[in-house]
């Protein structure tokens, strides 16, 4: 019998080095965090396509046939996944959905990303589905699990067997860029790597930070790149030395991974993770909020880094097994009290997960069956 | 008719960039302070050596007859003092004064520098000479102005003319390392070249902060080079980089000193100084005291880094021609409430200076001349 309805689950991702350097060729190091994103998917017979955000209030439905000219643009060829974004839909879908060209809050963004890829993916007939999608950190991403449905144009009908898993693994690295394209203006090549789950590292308990500090990723993007053209002698061996971050923290963590952790890595992992805070300082994307988070946590002994764009944002500070949680919540205090968000979690967990719905958190599977 | 005394006095250094990374091979760019040291140097025929240092509390007084024997021990080849300090005299001076070996403490350093350039330079017949050192800083410099008396073994006579002057600066050049050699443990070749002021630089306002906090050069430059040796790839690009920032800074001066100064200049030289505070703290010697600094005068729109040797010390902040008065009043209250000294002065002024008595500043004369 045809399952009508899946559930997927994606890990989130923090960068833990090489955010900003990446986009200058330069290795990054991204792990999944253990706040996950989940995805419902309801095959309907409606005509209808909606999207049910909840994270960001976010609830729109469209007719299929109202999206059905906007096919005319696609080129339909198969490869055409590894091409550039396709500007011209985007201007379409611009028009379409009204958002003003420039326009980069995250609901426009959710909304282009998932019409973009809805699209792509059903390039010949497009399907009637509802999809809810709730998410454990403050942000959403819509664009990822959609991407586990372009084989057969309909929604997968039972939990994948492993093969069927790794073929839509290699899918989610094909399409996952796209969504992150629209935002950013830029592919990092770090997202899809993440999104996968296929980097082998131990679990870490960290707390994740959100200083709260809005910012454009695309304004820092370029605030790297104006840096790199006007202070060229200095800015290069920059990048070089996070790459140098990047990559002995890979092998700190396979060391860690393979041989079991001890204080040693632990002081590695410390002494990368402050090399590297300042080094995106220097590439001026940082923050006195994330200044302040480095100040409270190393005042309980704690180190932390910006992650991910910076110039506010989040962060992420490295707990050790250790670590009391007297001082993790001392530490959590003061964070609070300088107006952050806090949660303790972990990197290294699982990656995309199919779910049924008795493996999903009892909340969470209310949440997203409400809609 | 011979001059029985003579008063010289240089100016204080702060390194603008390069600080450690010269250690390594690197440029270091190193200019003058305004903050000026002044000696007094007289001819007696007391048969003793007195060396008054009221800034540390220091007055001490030898027989020329019991420093003789001390004398054996010099090579007496005028080549010497190219190669590496005579370890051998520096443990026979520390004997002789009962200078515990490891004692780094201002007083022993000045004693030891004082004793082994005195002996090193009248290496034939001791001369009876009372010296008195005052200085605007609250460090003593006494190795510098001793130079100045190698050729004919007698305190010079009257103001050099400038062939003699320009004599005066090989030999400084020659000899300054020395003092420093003995308390760091290893020759920078950053200070001899401040010393003489050779380098054209334009007028600079800046604030100088004493944090108070004590630390030893020896041992942050261990630190520096174990981190080299513990992470060769990550450290090896970021002394290219402060390498870079030197000689762009150098370059940017240049420019200023030449054509004049304008906003775009001092925007790039604020942009060096964060930069470099950045490498510094990677190296590891920075100190919560220096961020607390940076920190404080960032948020009235002034950009500071540490000088020298880190790890607390000083640290200079950059003021723009245009800063005002308030702003700067401001900035030094908080860093008062801080526990800083804070000294309002310039770099780039003057070098090495011989002076006629009426051209000290009156307090100052009457200090050197009350010993």
Redesign the interface.
Known sequence: MQVKQCFVSAPGKSILHGEHAVVHGKVALAVSLNLRTYLRLLSTTSGEVTINLPNIDTFLTWDVTELQPLLSDLTGEDDSVDNDLDLNLVKKLREFTGIAEGSTDTRSMAVLAFLYIYLSVFSDLLPSLSVCVWSELPTVCVSLQLCFQPENKSPPLTPSSSSKNTARLELINKWFPRGEDISTGTRSGVDNAVGSGVRLVPTLRILLSNTKVPRSTKVLVSGVKDKIN??P???T??L??VD??S??CEQTLAEMATDGTSAKHYSILE??I??NQ??L??MGVGH?SL?TLC?VTLAHGLHSKLTGAGGGGCGITLLRPETEPSVVRAAVQELKEAGFDCWETSLGGPGVLMHSPNSIPQNTLSILNSY
Chains 1, 2 share one sequence.
């Open positions: 006007k202070y002698s200095i800015i061996p920059v070089e030395s140098a971050v990559k002995t002494d990368l402050d090399i300042h080094h300082n220097v006195p200044d100040r």
